[in-house]
């Protein structure tokens, strides 16, 4: 006689373990973007030499790999890739690019400014925000930003406690992660990312331990951008931060403030963080129009070389890659031959000052005013997009806006160049994806 056998219905997978699956499906998914924010710990050429003077990175090529894979994508599914106003936005800055590059007086010479821009402003940022599906790629992608910026952070501040890290003031304390002493602001535009989007998700509205964790986060990253003695970085992130407790409520902000303030003084003062070279860096900012020291001096007579480049072109400007050719016809004696480098595992070196560091006088040197109100207002139209989605959800909007204050503030006292600049083109796309992907509310 056959006995009957009964099966029990198998037991659902358990919540945690369904939800690591789905991370490393995604993770998989995202690979190409995380790649190229990993494939940044690999040493490379080209230095920080500003505009787009260098040479590629292994990160380089992968965001060139990002954009095949992307492209592939687009071309299998069939579909319009972008919508009309995505397609607009991103693709705003081409028109004063290439008009820029026909109207150079060395057509030849512009290409790989052409091509860096392209790379930087359009074609990764428009692969991101395709490879980007809904709100957990885009809380991946974010928390791989916090996790690199955790370990260049890490190494920045073991750099500063050991001295090998570049020099300053006569010792090689200046954290600079693994970007090295050609590079010194690499480490602080890293871990500046890395802080914003952890004090983003820190003040959303996500899960009470992820908050938690993202508050512990930009407080272990305040450290390393203390130690990297950047004043720029410094001056956008506190703006950066301003913004985002504001838009995350007026209460919240002041709470917040008086953290950041005690644990500020606990670092510097308390635990003597730097404290005097930290104090002596704060104030040389207040000083910069009355004692400015030499970078100082440099940075003003860069600018103002920049804008006289500008008068002679107003229109098209002198062409990508031209503010080098001009500059010495265009600057005053007070500007030095170039800023000293060493430390960090390399011997000195005299590093050129190939570009104004300041992104928008860049741009308006060498693609004139037609250029900067093509790329100016990308970025414009992408802060105010990112703004009017707040209310769909206030982790994303809170890191995208957060992400872009804090580019178009840097842009003030930087601009492209150094192996980091292709991570600004994947946290363009990040942020791009929030201001004009389209977003259900949460």
Not at 61 to 75: M, T
Not at 136 to 157: E, K, S
């Amino acid at each position: 006689m056959a006995t009957a056998v009964t099966t029990a219905p198998a037991a659902p997978a358990a919540p945690e373990a369904a939800g690591v699956r789905d991370l490393v499906r995604r993770a998989g998914a995202l690979s190409p973007v995380l790649a190229v924010i990993a494939l940044l710990l690999v040493p490379g050429g080209g230095g920080a030499q500003g505009g787009t003077g260098g040479t590629g990175t292994v990160a380089d090529a992968a965001s060139g790999l990002l954009v095949l894979i992307c492209l592939v994508r687009v071309l299998r599914g069939g579909a319009r890739p972008l919508t009309r106003a995505a397609a607009v936005v991103l693709g705003l800055p081409v028109l004063g690019i290439c008009l820029a590059a026909i109207t150079s007086n060395d057509p030849a010479a512009s290409l790989p400014g052409v091509a860096r821009y392209l790379q930087v402003f359009v074609l990764v940022p428009a692969a991101v925000l395709l490879t980007v599906r809904d709100r957990r790629d885009f809380a991946v992608i974010a928390w791989g930003l916090v996790a690199f910026a955790l370990l260049q952070g890490a190494v920045g501040v073991v750099q500063y406690l050991t001295g090998t890290g570049a020099s300053y003031q006569g010792e090689d304390i200046r954290a600079v992660g693994t970007f090295g002493a050609t590079d010194v602001m690499g480490m602080a535009t890293v871990v500046a990312y890395g802080l914003v989007v952890a004090t983003g998700i820190a003040l959303g509205s996500g899960p009470g331990r992820v908050r938690t964790a993202a508050t512990v986060c930009a407080g272990l990253l305040l450290v390393p951008l203390v130690l990297s003695f950047s004043r720029g970085a410094w001056i956008a992130t506190v703006l950066t931060c301003a913004v985002q407790l504001l838009l995350a409520g007026v209460r919240r902000a002041v709470r917040v403030a008086l953290a950041a303030a005690a644990l500020g003084v606990v670092l510097v003062g308390g635990l003597g963080i730097g404290s005097e070279m930290v104090e002596e860096r704060v104030t040389s900012i207040t000083r910069v129009t009355a004692t400015p020291d030499q970078s100082v001096t440099d940075r003003y007579t860069m600018w103002a070389a920049a804008g006289r480049m500008w008068r002679a072109e107003p229109v098209t400007g002198v062409g990508l890659k031209g503010f080098p050719r001009y500059r010495d016809s265009n600057a005053s004696l007070a500007l030095s031959s170039g800023s000293d480098t060493a430390g960090a595992g390399a011997g000195f070196a005299r590093q050129p000052l190939l570009s104004p560091h300041n992104m928008y006088l860049l741009v308006l040197s060498e693609q004139g005013l037609v250029g900067l109100l093509a790329l100016a207002g990308s970025w414009v139209a992408l802060l105010v997009g990112a703004l009017r989605r707040q209310r769909f959800g206030a982790d994303c909007a809170l890191v995208a806006t957060g992400l872009l204050t804090w580019q178009l503030v840097d842009f003030f006292y930087a601009d492209i160049g150094g192996p980091s600049t292709v991570l600004m083109s994947v946290v363009f796309g990040l942020a791009a994806w929030w201001s004009l992907a389209e977003v259900r509310r949460a």
